[in-house]
DNA sequence: TCAAAAGTGTTTTAAATACACCCATGT
DNA sequence: ACATGGGTGTATTTAAAACACTTTTGA
């Protein structure tokens, strides 16, 4: 009788942030990633991720991989795709269902760095092992692909924001240039946000207003992170 | 040493086509649906799928449920969702993956119907097993958000059809009137779509120009299948 | 000749975009 | 005073939607 290996199944997480570039002020997407200590494919870059354990909801998987090589809690967590192509691994076949998640990185920022866990820009990465840059590439589409019909920008700012704040969150993942004027009605006309009575000074410059997400916002985004 | 059984991975599908409903003349949702056979959950009705083969593909496993299930091939197949919540199957931790198809009714239409194998319309659906209810609800949002922004209607006429049988797809799924004009206008400017010299007769009325589907659009189905 | 769908034209409505200009603060 | 981003007003462009009307066939 002939068995073969069973499928192997596995639940990676793309992990996004915004963060200063190395250029100009402006904040662009970064991400972590972590050094494969073992073969296959020792040495090169890879997800956080891990097998899937099975008491764990696949989401509660992704969070515990997401605060393992982050220290953080995500804001947001969505499933991405599942990859399982025969080829993907070599020797074994791994089908790995991939979460993307996003971080405030005001937070912790610099908390966890190891030799083996380090942040990189979106758009300059090292050789990913496997195919996790394509699953990256995936991830990126739908990032941005989102922020356009959704109010996805929420996982980014914290509580109290400015619009300012706000715009430069789609400017940085959207990379192009929005007409503050024209945010601002947009945003204000969504119906998402709440101005309140606080400024935020200390620009040289007039006082920003400070605005909160309502709740109809809040419950869309993780309603959205379903469909 | 304590080792919890292992992970089950399987791989289903749900089927959509276009059926005259019982009423009118318009046609409605439609997708087919297997009798479990043994337990648990004997004799409720599910989706087509089964266990996944090491040697398979991930689409490979959905397409032969489907042909296996209604004799036909897909005209559009995309990944939908890992659905892979703990209590989703008592007893054991069952992870499936979702698959979402496309069939042209026309081709076969009755041909595989068994005692175990029914076609029931979308909105009118018996009890189904584990959580197949709510994978079914979340199918047809993506069905009829996807039609909305993508040229999905490609996947259930022919090759040669008028644009009112086009209109007629987005009318059904959608389920909602739309204006013949308006209608005409959007398709021809999207450029997915190109008049050939031929018309159809054969109605009481003045015939209509057949339409085929440019490279652009069959391109744009299968693109978009993946993202 | 009449019904019915094919197809064209035009008006209305709404939204996105562009851009001029005033406001309030830190330096 | 003046540079800078905050914030308002308005014109332009584009697309969606509504709807009147003409065309061509089968019966």
Chains 1, 2 share one sequence.
Do not use: C
């Not at 890879?46 to 989401?59: R, T």
């Amino acid at each position: 009788m002939i068995t073969s290996a069973p499928i192997e199944l596995a639940v990676s997480t793309v992990i996004f942030a915004l963060r200063p570039g190395d250029d100009s002020g402006r904040r662009t997407v970064w991400l972590p990633l972590v050094r494969r200590i073992r073969e296959p494919q020792q040495g090169k870059w890879a997800l956080p991720g891990g097998p899937l354990e099975p008491a764990q909801e696949l989401s509660e998987s992704a969070a515990f991989t997401l605060n393992e090589t982050t220290g953080l809690s995500p804001s947001y967590l969505e499933q991405l795709y599942a990859f399982g192509n025969v080829g993907r691994s070599p020797g074994n076949r791994v089908v790995s269902i991939i979460y993307w998640a996003l971080v405030r990185e005001e937070e912790a920022a610099e908390a966890v760095v190891t030799e083996n866990v380090r942040w990189f820009p979106a758009d300059d990465l090292p050789e990913l092992a496997f195919d996790h840059a394509e699953i990256v590439e995936y991830a990126l589409g739908r990032l941005r692909g989102k922020l356009e019909y959704s109010n996805l920008g929420h996982a980014f700012v914290g509580e109290l924001f400015t619009l300012s704040a706000l715009r430069e969150v789609y400017e940085a993942v959207l990379d192009k240039r929005i007409d503050p004027a024209n945010f601002r009605r947009q945003v204000e006309t969504s119906g998402l946000v709440r101005a309140t009575e606080q400024v935020q000074t200390g620009g040289r410059h007039r006082p920003a207003r400070l605005y909160r997400f309502t709740a109809a916002a809040t419950q869309l985004a993780s309603q959205s992170a379903s469909i």
